[in-house]
């Protein structure tokens, strides 16, 4: 490149470098503003299960409701908005788990804390993409590791629930934006599978209902 600039000018040689610089600069504008943006349009469906006798409230923070997976820039970049839709499966799995749910942003103090029996804090700890051109197989793979963390109404930490979701979905070649949308769903799903089914069994839930109903921790 320097060669044919100097061919044409003895001060085109002094361009080059700047030149060149400007070339990178605007390829990597141009791979990050054609990242496509995957949101999770979707809902989740409420388990058929008796709730627990305990109210709960959820805490969510900026960063759980705002997560963003962004990929690796590249041919095969995508980026994930998982915030809103982990919200949603999080609030539908717990306000199918216990008698009354409460959704606060910020500890409980006075009076508000007498409505909560037990406080839970979500977090999403890693979220992990293999792509087809990672692994030996023709599907997207997904893992996202949660975490829930469970308080008492004054702030104590009395126990934590930390599960993976996996999910899978086969690769279209034609676009990565519809596999990767369902291998994500199926994760979150396989998630919310397991907040239903660990969560009650978490000590912290047994002592509170063995405090309140007895030996068999369950209404009369």
Not at 125 to 133: D, G, K, N, Q, S
């Amino acid at each position: 490149m320097s060669r044919f600039f100097a061919s044409l000018h003895p001060a085109a040689a002094a361009l080059c470098g700047p030149l060149t610089r400007l070339a990178a600069v605007l390829s990597v504008l141009s791979s990050v503003a054609c990242t496509p943006m995957v949101r999770l349009e979707t809902d989740f469906p409420s388990p058929a299960i008796d709730p627990l006798p305990l109210r709960a409230a959820v805490m969510y923070s900026d960063d759980f409701k705002g997560f963003t997976y962004r990929s690796p820039r590249g041919n095969d970049a995508v980026d994930i908005e998982l915030g809103p839709a982990q919200v949603l499966l999080v609030d539908r799995m717990l306000g199918t788990l216990f008698s009354e749910l409460s959704r606060q942003y910020t500890w409980p103090s006075g009076n508000d804390s007498s409505r909560a029996d037990i406080v839970i804090a979500p977090s999403i700890e890693r979220f992990t993409l293999h792509r087809p051109a990672y692994v030996s197989s023709t599907y997207y793979e997904v893992r996202i590791s949660y975490r829930l963390d469970l308080y008492t109404p004054g702030g104590q930490l009395v126990g934590a629930l930390s599960i993976v979701g996996f999910g899978r979905s086969p690769a279209r070649w034609s676009s990565s934006s519809g596999p990767v949308r369902q291998a994500t769903i199926r994760a979150m799903r396989d998630a919310a599978v397991q907040i239903v089914l660990q969560l009650p069994e978490q000590a912290a839930l047994d002592r509170l209902l063995r405090e309140r109903y007895g030996p068999d921790g369950r209404q009369g």
